[in-house]
């Protein structure tokens, strides 16, 4: 039996599952991605990926064309912005993020003709260390929402390679509503089987594997069949089927599942020898290398009661969500909450006139029904958040602890540790915001720190 292998066990029924049995609600799994036009503007933020904020590299009044670099940083952490249109360079501006924290914008108005910029040309290809600088040129980070440059995960250091013998291609996509991911399966397969080519020669792995949930048959039968006619000596390309049983895109629990292995508090998959990367992000890598083509667009579910046309939409990069519900028909009535991701781990929008960002995957409009606008009532210590916790954390002492302010307590209970899936939140009968309360406890730990 494998190595701390929870994720045998449970697939076996010896042990409970940890997570939660959202409703999936894929009502956009058989929509074709619709193109959307440019807009009339779009906002482009310097700070769209985990590390150093980009500097705008452009300045008002500059012309620039799809592809045309914006925003750029020499720190190795960080991973450049490209235009997402063609048109003028308005505005440069700030605006404040979800987080909290500011960035700086460029806002470009587009010229509606969408002209290429003239230098994108496939990069040339000699060596791992001319692969490793294309994907930092790409503009390329995680997408499943992360935003982790992709150039530094695919670059660990020789000891660090030598260990890691699984690249694990996440397309899991677990939360309800959002389909992005089995669309790119879907739509743009050769892609996906390129760019894990790429990536698994590049590590030198002996098998990469890409998971998916059991609800995508069709999915599952496409990578299938396309993964068994590929032939490198020495590696193993497979699909694992997983539960669906969210949240099995959560990285640590990907790994657990696929190989048996579990990360250790504080440390990295490469710790247990995986990588892990999102399904569109090595279907993006691969296009790249073919055309030269850095990331400008994002495929998104537009999903919820709230909107009248759900559907799966490509959408050029700084597009505000305004205009993407409206390229979806428009808001159907006064809608009670808009999200940008899932409706699980992603975020409330105080405003629709935020931009689409590199790792967006999804924007929900939900009515007051399905937006859950219950209060919240007393904690009755039943005890579900914690059965329900992926990381076997106490959320209710945790969210006590957050709100005496106690950062000791909180460090002792490991909550830099919580990956904020909201399994907690959503099996709690009081309603009680847990998540929010942790994600208020990991700032409160990180300022205390300083």
């Known amino acids: 039996m494998a190595k701390n292998s929870n994720g045998l066990l449970c697939k076996l029924g010896i042990v409970k599952s940890p997570g939660a049995p959202v409703p999936h609600r894929k009502h956009t799994k058989d929509c074709a991605t619709v193109d959307m036009p440019a807009p009339a503007k779009v906002t482009m933020v310097m700070q769209q990926h985990i590390g ?17 670099v914006i925003g750029d940083s020499t720190a190795p952490f960080s991973a450049p912005i490209h235009s997402s249109v063609s048109g003028k360079v308005v505005k440069i501006d700030s605006i404040l993020m979800q987080n909290g924290s500011k ?14 910029d003239p230098s994108i040309k496939a990069p ?3 060596s791992d260390a001319d692969l490793i600088k294309a994907v930092h040129d790409s503009g390329l980070v995680g997408l499943g929402g992360a935003g982790f440059p992709t150039h530094i995960k695919i670059s660990p250091k020789p000891e660090v390679k030598a260990a890691i013998d699984h690249l694990l291609i996440n397309a899991a996509e677990c939360e309800p509503y959002l389909t992005p991911d089995v669309r790119q399966i879907l ?39 396309l993964l068994a006619q590929v032939k490198i000596d020495g590696i193993t390309f497979k699909v694992e089927t997983l539960p669906s049983r969210y949240p099995q895109g959560a990285e640590k629990v990907l790994i657990d ?28 890598l691969a296009n790249y290398v073919k055309t030269g083509m850095p990331l400008t667009t994002k495929r998104l579910t537009v999903d919820g009661a709230g909107v009248n046309k759900p559907m799966n939409v490509r959408v050029p990069i700084g597009t505000s969500i305004k205009d993407v519900i ?9 809608p009670a909450k808009v999200i940008s991701g899932g409706p699980m781990m992603g975020m409330a929008m105080a405003s629709d006139d935020f931009p689409i960002l590199k790792q967006n995957n999804g924007i929900l409009v939900f009515d007051r ?12 210590r039943c005890g579900r958040c ?54 208020l406890g990991k700032g409160l730990v990180r300022n205390a720190s300083n």
Do not use: H, W
Not at 326 to 333: A, I, Q, R, S
Not at 404 to 416: F, P, Y
């Open 52 to 68: 150093a904020p980009c500097a705008p590299t452009v300045k008002v009044g500059d012309e620039v064309f799809v592809g045309t």
């Open 103 to 116: 960035a700086q914008t460029v806002i470009i108005e587009s010229d509606g003709q969408q002209t290429v």
């Open 124 to 126: 040339v290809i000699n």
């Open 187 to 225: 739509e743009d397969s050769e892609n996906v089987v390129e760019g894990m080519k790429l990536v698994a020669k590049l590590l030198d792995v002996k098998y990469a594997v890409i998971g998916i949930e059991d609800n995508k048959p069709e999915a599952i039968k496409l990578m299938t069949e």
């Open 257 to 284: 599942q696929c190989t048996g292995r579990q990360v250790p508090p504080g440390k990295l998959p490469s710790d247990v020898g995986c990588v892990v990367m999102n399904v569109t992000s090595v279907a993006v």
């Open 326 to 334: 409206e390229f979806c028909g428009g808001y159907k009535g006064a």
């Open 369 to 380: 029904e399905e937006a859950d606008l219950s209060a919240t009532t007393d904690c009755i």
């Open 386 to 439: 914690v059965n329900a916790c992926p990381m076997n954390l106490m959320p209710t002492k945790l969210e006590a602890y957050t709100n005496l302010g106690r950062t000791d307590e909180l460090q002792k209970l490991n909550i830099m540790n919580c990956m904020e899936c909201g399994c907690c939140a959503f099996v709690c009968p009081a309603n009680r915001r847990l998540v929010q309360s942790i994600r």
